[in-house]
């Protein structure tokens, strides 16, 4: 894209200059049934009490691509990559119109699952890392990820307390086991077994889901803190750049 | 002289009927023994239904677009192109990979993430270009009329014609290439 340079350099100086408060965003990752979600709600109820201004988004939640899996996994009609590019292309929309427009206003951005779910679910249904892992190019890297890890055990005890597990979250597109159940528990050990890889590459800083909620809680108002004084990651000048050169940015 | 082993035959180009009329040209080549038949963009409908979602949704990137052309030739790939040849018949994808790469160069996208896009496509047997700038308006064309439809102009960083140059130099040059 022409003018890259220029736009990085834009990036930079808009995210490293000291006169505004710079936008957040704060990832919460971890298998189903690891509580991410409570804990997610619990986070920016405290965020907006301390004055941030804070914007959520879901996993799989874009309203221009989201009926489109919706329908599709509705009729269990997906392939696995079929499944990995629709999901990247959600996220990709969301972070052109929702996650980078908050983050240039300066806002804290959680977000509910972030690529490493597409990579950890991708990964475990056979996909290559490196594909999967490029397709969400220009990365975009999270200030903080809190990874929410609980045995697969739980995880399987948690989600089954509430229902049965839907076809795709339980795997059963590549496990060929007919039990939802049964399927779960295989599926989400690999889930979990590829989140513990990435927890190590990517550095998550790792909550022990297993513990009380008001202690995990506390533990993430704690790292937050220390977390939030960190400097901006220049990882992220080509996705901020790209963006700004599709429009972005524009008041 | 007609085709008689089963062959991918890929067509690219610009503008969707001219696609169509060489993808029909492609076909009447193979032997009707082994003919398998056309696979065209959008058979599973994600572009249909993109469509119609509402503005208040965000317009696509081309990244964005592409993600979905990749979605949607996997699923031609799985159910129209692979079964055909796994029967011994030969098949047309038109349009197939390179018309896709020709409009994410033209928008400005990296070649590595185009190529590494498209690596679980197999290579085509055979590949034919068609060599026609006419872009029409409307969702009865191809994927890049409909590209031009979706994505505003100030995401697809230049004009319409400065777009489609590019692009047709890109596909002539890949045309040398092959």
Redesign the interface.
């Known amino acids: 894209m022409p003018g890259l340079s220029r736009l990085r350099r834009r990036a930079r100086e808009h995210f490293t200059g000291g006169s505004h408060r710079r936008g957040l965003l704060v990832a919460f990752e971890g298998p189903d049934g690891s509580g991410k979600t409570t804990q997610r709600k619990l986070f920016k109820t405290w965020l907006k009490a301390e004055g941030y201004d804070v914007v959520t988004t879901k996993w799989n939640s874009s309203a221009l691509i989201k009926p489109i899996i919706k329908s599709r996994k509705a009729v269990h009609a997906l392939s696995p990559e079929e499944f990995s590019l629709l999901h990247g292309a959600d996220f990709r929309h969301r972070v052109e119109q929702v996650i980078l427009p908050a983050l240039w206003a300066g806002k804290v951005v959680i977000a509910d699952r972030f690529l490493f779910t597409g990579l950890a679910r991708d990964v475990a249904r056979g996909l290559d890392l490196d594909w999967v892992l490029k397709l969400y190019q220009p990365l975009l890297w999270p200030d903080l990820v809190f990874y929410f890890a609980v045995s697969a055990g739980t995880s399987g005890r948690r989600v089954m307390a509430t229902g049965t597990p839907q076809f795709y979250e339980a795997g059963q597109d590549v496990t060929d086991v007919e039990d939802p159940v049964e399927s779960y528990q295989r599926f989400i050990t690999r889930v979990i077994r590829e989140y513990e890889s990435l927890a190590l590459i990517f550095n998550f800083i790792t909550v022990d889901a297993e513990r009380s909620i008001a202690d995990q809680h506390r533990q993430i108002r704690q790292l937050f803190r220390e977390g939030e004084k960190r400097p901006w990651s220049d990882w992220n000048a080509d996705a901020v750049a790209e963006w700004l050169a599709i429009g972005g940015g524009a008041s | 002289m007609t085709r008689r082993k089963p062959a991918l035959i890929a067509v690219d180009g610009l503008g969707g009927a001219a696609i169509a009329a060489a993808a029909r040209a492609a076909l009447a080549s193979i032997d009707r023994a082994t003919r398998g038949g056309v696979s065209c963009w959008d058979a599973?409908g994600?572009f249909e239904?993109?469509a119609v979602?509402?503005a208040?949704?965000?317009p696509?990137?081309?990244?964005?677009l592409l993600?979905?052309y990749?979605?949607d030739l996997?699923?031609r790939l799985?159910w129209e192109i692979r079964p055909v040849l796994a029967e011994g018949r030969s098949v047309v994808a038109a349009p197939y990979v390179e018309t896709a790469v020709a409009f994410g160069r033209a928008a400005?996208?990296d070649r590595?993430?185009l190529v590494?896009?498209f690596?679980?496509a197999p290579r085509p047997t055979e590949r034919r270009f068609v060599d026609r700038t006419a872009v029409r308006g409307g969702r009865g064309g191809g994927f890049v009329e409909f590209g031009f439809e979706q994505v505003?102009k100030?995401?697809l960083?230049a004009t319409r014609a400065e777009l489609v140059e590019r692009m047709t130099a890109y596909l002539r040059a890949s045309a040398r290439r092959s």
């Open positions: 599973s994600v239904e993109l979602a509402g208040d949704a965000g696509p990137s081309v990244r964005t993600l979905l990749a979605a996997a699923f799985r400005g996208i590595g993430w590494n896009l690596r679980f505003p100030v995401m960083g």
